[in-house]
């Protein structure tokens, strides 16, 4: 069962008796129990490939110890262009903030500039623009799977369900399938969530 759920790219699992849904941390413990430690090490490095895989737009590495870091939206430090890396806080005891684009360390104080001359800046995320697969939302075919918000510009990646979608970076409410945001009413330009749209083509540029 759970060579299974590694080889179909999952990161939770499903109990084939019960239906119960547990996470890695939860199965660990049991793992462990019934694994080799290189077995052990096999699952490890397939988990954090599919939950790299999966969560690609909210996940980077830090330039400096080389952790994974995930963006946390709630934390008031939590911007589009920077995250806090752990790991290096824990170790430096002080706030450790690096660029969210390149994974150095953060040099540019509050501006959107990390401070780093050899940063791409927003180049690998329009790349994610450019290259992401395409789906079927609703009635809607042919959708990139990844949008950057039209307000902020961090990149979202539909999973499932309908298109409205709201950023948790901005709040902004808009339809992940024509980009159109709701209006002055809050009320949606494309009509109903299973209502068919046009397709906006794929972005070229990161708002601001």
Not at 51 to 79: H, L
Not at 113 to 128: A, D, F, H, T, W
Request: charged letters at 20%; aromatic letters at 8%; hydrophobic letters at 25%.
């Amino acid at each position: 069962m759970v060579r299974t759920t590694l080889e179909a790219g999952h990161c939770e699992f499903t109990c084939p008796g019960c239906s119960r849904t547990s996470n890695f941390i939860q199965m660990r413990s049991l793992l462990s129990a019934a694994m080799t430690a290189e077995e052990m090490d096999e699952v490890n490095e397939k988990m954090n490939a599919n939950y790299i895989r999966q969560y690609r737009n909210d996940i980077r590495q830090c330039g400096t110890c080389a952790t994974y870091s995930q963006r946390d939206f709630s934390k008031p430090w939590c911007n589009n262009h920077r995250a806090v890396c752990f790991t290096c806080k824990k170790r430096e005891k002080r706030t450790f903030e690096f660029c969210w684009f390149c994974g150095q360390q953060w040099k540019g104080g509050n501006g959107k500039s990390c401070g780093n001359s050899n940063c791409s800046g927003p180049e690998m995320s329009l790349r994610v623009l450019a290259n992401c697969k395409t789906k079927e939302i609703g009635p809607v075919s042919g959708v990139p799977d990844t949008r950057a918000c039209p307000k902020c510009g961090v990149l979202i990646n539909h999973t499932h369900k309908c298109k409205h979608m709201t950023c948790k970076m901005c709040g902004c409410n808009f339809c992940f399938v024509c980009l159109r945001p709701q209006d002055s009413k809050s009320e949606w330009q494309c009509g109903g969530y299973d209502s068919p749209c046009l397709v906006h083509p794929r972005q070229t540029s990161i708002p601001e």
